[in-house]
Nanobody
Framework: EVQLVESGGGLVQAGGSLRLSCAAS????????IGWFRQAPGKAREGVSC?????????YYTDSVKGRFTISSDNAKNTVYLQMNFLKPEDTAVYYC???????????????????WGQGTQVTVSS
C-alpha cells in the first residue's frame, strides 16, 4: 500500500520555524521526486518546493519561500523534510507532500503529474 504521511505541522508565531516531514512507503522512493504543496482557505493549491534526490538532489522552490524554506531528503528513511524558517501569516495553509516520477521533476509545480498524495498537515502562523 502506497502511503505518504506528513507530520510536523502546528501553530507558530510569525518569525518562527517548523519542520515538516513526509514519510513514504509502498513505492520505490528513488524513482520518484517529492514535492510539497499548500492550500489556504479559498485559494488554489500551490507548489512550494520539490526535491529529486536521484537527480543530484535537485531542488526547487516557489519564489515566496526562497531563502526561508529548505527541502531535504533522507533516502535511507524514505523521508523528505521541509524546514520552514521566518514563517509569515501568509504561509498559513494545509501542507501536502506528493510523489511524481522523477523524470518529470522539471514540471514540479504541475499538481496533475503527481501520482501519490499525503493527507496534509495544518500550518498556522499567527501575527
Amino acid at each position: 500500500e502506497v502511503q505518504l504521511v506528513e507530520s510536523g505541522g502546528g501553530l507558530v508565531q510569525a518569525g518562527g520555524s517548523l519542520r515538516l516531514s513526509c514519510a513514504a512507503s509502498g513505492f520505490t522512493f528513488d524513482d520518484y521526486a517529492i514535492g510539497w504543496f499548500r492550500q489556504a482557505p479559498g485559494k488554489a493549491r500551490e507548489g512550494v518546493s520539490c526535491i529529486s534526490s536521484s537527480d543530484g538532489g535537485k531542488t526547487y522552490y516557489t519564489d515566496s519561500v526562497k531563502g526561508r524554506f529548505t527541502i531535504s531528503s533522507d533516502n535511507a528513511k524514505n523521508t523528505v523534510y521541509l524546514q520552514m524558517n521566518f514563517l509569515k501569516p501568509e504561509d498559513t495553509a494545509v501542507y501536502y507532500c506528493a510523489a511524481m516520477p522523477r523524470v518529470l521533476h522539471r514540471a514540479w509545480m504541475t499538481s496533475a503529474i503527481y501520482h501519490y498524495w499525503g493527507q496534509g498537515t495544518q500550518v498556522t502562523v499567527s501575527s
